[in-house]
């Protein structure tokens, strides 16, 4: 049977891998991802589901679903001609993906779905850091954050319900990790850019700390997300996360401008 | 309305090479065959990010008119720009306000 083996939330800055070779010195987040990276190395994972939430080049207002599985053989990215780092070609789990489609409709999850990718910065610079060879397949499972409406924290947390039992009644010899890309508040292009909401950021580190994922859930509402800048809601994708890993509390989280590192190890 | 259609001018100009070279070239002329009100026309041609702001183009697409310098717009007046029309909150600094930049009423 597979087995989650490790969840780990990371951010995914554009800019990083750029950052990182041109700073005199460490950068915070490159150690980070570095700390996290050892987590992974460690728990050895088969494939990654990693949660994520298209910015406007897999997906346009034209179709913009709410949920939707990464189905695809093999994808490319980032697509961004204005993102420096190396072009990549990821491999996908398309046996796993129609299986966690199906799963998902059975349990009330209208899942869509799309075997053809595009992916982006926000997709590509986790895995960048932690599937470096990029052997290891991926699932990529979108939310729709950024498309007002979005779906709610509530049902993000459900959705992370749902892909655990997936995973624990999935037939295969898989080990599997999940990955959450996305920061806890930003604002990226908006009125508020360069502006922390440090009183949200500690709310959020605090209820995740503690493992009060529903209270999260409870609180991470539209407006509140909004508040904290027009890219706060990628925080969906934490929650999804939080669905996932149970009664588990995070082994480290940190935080860095906004940003969130964390892991879950879960064997 | 057609906010959708400003959407889509940017997004395409981040996602279709062809279509970016057009707006490089002659962006006047790209833009024309969008069904765009004359007041969206007037905004985006001026680079009034303020004013599409407020008009409801979403902020991913108006960075690209930094990003790609369309328009007149780039990274030092965007900022300056898109806060155009909305206010300074000083209840921000007491800890009463979420946002230190509202729109004005």
Known sequence: MAKLVLAAGVPHPPRLVREIADAPGQLRAESLMKQVRTYFEKAAPDVIIE???DHFV??????VPAFCVGAAQESEGPQEIWCPMPKYVVQGHVPMAKSLLSFGLKSNFDLAVAEELRLDHSMMVPLHFLNPSMEI??????????AAPT?????????GRMVRRFIDQWDANQRVAIIASGCFAMDVGGPLRGWTDEQWVTTVSELLETGRYQALAR????QRMAAAGNNSTELLNWI???????????????????????????? | MSIYHLNKILYRTDNDAE???RMKVDPHGAVEEFPLSGGELEALVTGDVGALYRMG?????LNHLARYELFGVNRDNYLARIRDGMEYDERFELGQMPMQYVPKE
């Open chain 1, 51 to 53: 949660v994520d939430s």
């Open chain 2, 19 to 21: 279509f970016r070279k």
């Open chain 1, 151 to 159: 779906p709610t924290a509530r049902r993000c947390y459900s959705l």
């Open chain 1, 58 to 63: 897999n997906f346009f207002y034209n179709n």
């Open chain 1, 219 to 222: 609180r991470a509402t539209a």
């Open chain 2, 57 to 61: 183009v979403h902020t991913f697409f």
């Open chain 1, 240 to 267: 999804t996360l939080t669905g996932a890993v149970g009664d588990v509390r995070p082994l480290f989280l940190e935080n860095d401008n906004g940003n969130g590192y964390a892991v879950w190890e879960l064997e």
């Open chain 1, 137 to 146: 397949p991926v699932v990529p499972l979108y939310t729709n954050g950024f």
